[in-house]
């Protein structure tokens, strides 16, 4: 791994410290030959590998005085196709910390091109992956702004301090290069089961070390069923930077994504501590759960083929395409008729017109549900700031509306 990561580095890294816990391999030649490279080793001296790394990654930037400092690992390759461009840009408009979009890399066997004169480097060889949040980390950031990063054990979240200034969006790719085929996933996550100490064992850090070899077959088959093109490399080279999270985004400011209630109805997904847009936007969708009450992935499917896609998630169909043709995002809403009685133009949406007044009683989705009466019928339902019409479907066994209708 290490050719594929100095090729990959050496095109915009000016110095290298790499922290080595007692490498049997050709690791350490291979290091002390580079002119770049500060080679430091580390014990473990406690209770846990997982918590010594993770001290270490807050604490051996200390003291730089780069203007930008990466903290990785060797089988983790941060790509943006203008790097050096992108990070000037950053430090013109005052970020000092970037987080990355995660993906877990996939292919057959792990890749070899010694048989080219031209030494590729490993995006352009491996250019399949699954999107993994636990890899959209806080990777590049500014020493002299940053004071504590607060890495958790593993270094998947981190809650930084000093002057922390965010992107508006991200445009960088955290490409972890371990599922290059079921072989090298093993052998790797053999190594790596003899660091671990007891309280890694104890507090599950490092779980995938311990998994049996057809246990991780079983993960690597289930990646490869998840992977795909990644934005920005491969086929999919042509895609910009800015829009490798384009459908989060999407998601994230229609306004149409309900915390609460998918929290609230996917209790798998709170007690997993996952991001729950997140988990939506690349689980989510693909299993039929619904980003809130009123839009329904399946449904949507089924009725609309023509303005929705198998690969694509079904609410950004719907709000770029779907909704502008008077599709109705279940049988709870009635698109049309919402956007004629409130004067909704073409370019506006009907449901993010609704969506935030839901729970006033005064607006309703459906021309067949009297949403005046039913409040003063059951006038603790707005008092208790629930959603009229969510709760009136909850408590009645028919449904209101119908496909048919639209």
């Known amino acids: 791994m290490l050719p594929f990561f100095f090729r990959h580095y050496d095109r915009f890294v000016d110095r290298y410290f790499i922290y080595d816990n007692g490498s049997t391999d050709q690791s350490i030649p291979i290091l002390k030959s580079h002119p770049r490279v500060e080679l430091f080793h580390f014990d473990v001296t406690g209770d846990s590998f997982i918590d010594e790394e993770r001290r270490l990654g807050d604490t051996i930037w200390k003291g730089s005085d780069a203007d930008w400092v990466i903290v990785t690992d060797i089988d983790e390759h941060i790509y943006h196709p203008g790097i050096m461009d992108y990070l000037q840009r950053c430090k013109e408009r005052g970020v000092t910390a970037i987080q990355t979009i995660g993906f877990e890399m996939i292919s057959e066997v792990f890749p070899n091109d010694a048989s080219t004169r031209r030494k590729r480097l490993l995006v352009d060889l491996v250019t399949q992956g699954a999107r993994s949040v636990g890899h959209d980390r806080l990777c590049i950031f500014d020493p002299q702004a940053i004071t504590e990063t607060n890495f958790n054990p593993g270094r998947h979240k981190a809650y930084p301090q000093g002057r922390v200034v965010w992107p508006e969006y991200p445009e960088v790719l955290l490409l972890h290069f371990k599922q290059l085929g079921v072989d090298y996933t093993a052998v790797r996550s053999a190594e790596l089961k003899q660091g671990l100490r007891p309280r890694d064992v104890e507090q599950g850090w490092g779980f995938q070390y311990l998994w049996s070899t057809s246990e991780i077959r079983e993960n690597w088959e289930k990646l490869k069923g998840l992977s795909g093109p990644v934005p920005g490399l491969g086929s999919l080279k042509h895609v910009q930077p800015v829009d490798y999270c384009r459908e989060e985004r999407i998601v994230r400011l229609s306004g149409l994504f309900d915390r609460q209630w998918y929290l609230a109805n996917y209790p798998d997904v709170e007690s997993s501590d996952a991001d729950p847009l997140l988990h939506f936007c690349i689980h989510g969708w693909k299993e039929g759960r619904k980003p809130n009450f009123y ?84 006038p603790e339902v707005i008092a208790a700031g629930e959603d009229p019409f969510e709760h009136y479907c909850l408590g009645t066994v028919s449904k209101v509306g119908a496909a048919e209708d639209r």
Request: glycine share 4%.
């Open 295 to 378: 839009f329904d992935p399946e449904w949507y499917c089924l009725n609309y083929p023509g303005l929705s896609s198998k690969v694509r998630n079904p609410l950004v169909d719907y709000l770029t395409r779907g909704e502008e043709a008077d599709a109705w995002p279940s049988p709870c809403f009635n698109t049309p008729w919402y956007r004629q009685v409130h004067g909704i133009s073409p370019s506006d949406s009907p449901l993010r017109h609704y969506f935030p007044n839901r729970k006033s009683g005064i607006l309703t989705p459906l021309p067949e549900f009297d949403v005046a009466a039913f409040c003063r019928s059951h």
